[in-house]
């Protein structure tokens, strides 16, 4: 979805509101999946084994993005985005560490690595090297936090797909706000 904007085929605003409408019909299917008895066999493939009574990760990853998509600038955004749509991957193919424990120092290093790779041609241009460098490697540690493990707030798991854009990207406008 970020592609849309970069390639300058949508406006930011337009984004915004196309993340709208995904996040209205992902929680349709959510409420049909959960509630109504929709048994779909993709979903059996797509939703780990804790998401199978709770909110899939398809889902909050929609609502991550369309949370930053509306909150956020596009140069705040977009990172947060594509930490989540290239990082993660990335850091997922690495190591993974089950519920409630780290991954690996080597998988974790890797995703900072790429997140800031990731941030840096949004945030520098608009900041400059020094602030926007440090936005960057703000927003890529954030990202490598909320990916390096799910810790479970009163029984639920709080999956990366929920957490990396957001954290991310607040630590990415913290850091420009305290520099500005």
């Not at 915004?16 to 048994?39: C, D, I, K, P, T």
């Not at 066999?41 to 930053?68: F, K, P």
């Not at 241009?125 to 909320?146: F, H, K, M, N």
Request: aromatic content about 10%; hydrophobic content about 55%.
């Amino acid at each position: 979805m970020p592609l849309l904007y970069l390639l300058g085929l949508v406006e930011w605003r337009t984004l915004g509101y196309l993340f709208v409408f995904l996040a209205a019909v992902v929680s349709v299917l959510e409420l049909l999946r959960l509630f109504g008895g929709l048994q779909w066999g993709i979903y059996d493939e797509l939703t780990r084994e804790y998401e199978q009574d709770n909110v899939a990760g398809y889902a909050l990853y929609v609502y991550s993005q369309t949370a930053v998509a509306l909150v956020f600038g596009p140069h705040i955004a977009v990172p947060g985005m594509l930490m989540l749509t290239i990082g993660d991957p990335i850091s997922g193919l690495l190591g993974s560490a089950p519920v409630g424990e780290l991954k690996s120092a080597r998988t974790l290093a890797a995703m900072f690595a790429v997140c800031f790779i990731l941030a840096a041609p949004f945030v520098i241009p608009v900041s400059g090297v020094v602030a926007g460098g440090l936005a960057a490697a703000a927003g890529a540690a954030g990202a490598t936090l909320a990916d390096g493990a799910k810790p479970v707030v009163a029984g639920y798991v709080i999956d990366d797909n929920l957490s990396i854009p957001p954290v991310a990207c607040t630590a990415i406008a913290v850091t420009l706000w305290l520099l500005a």
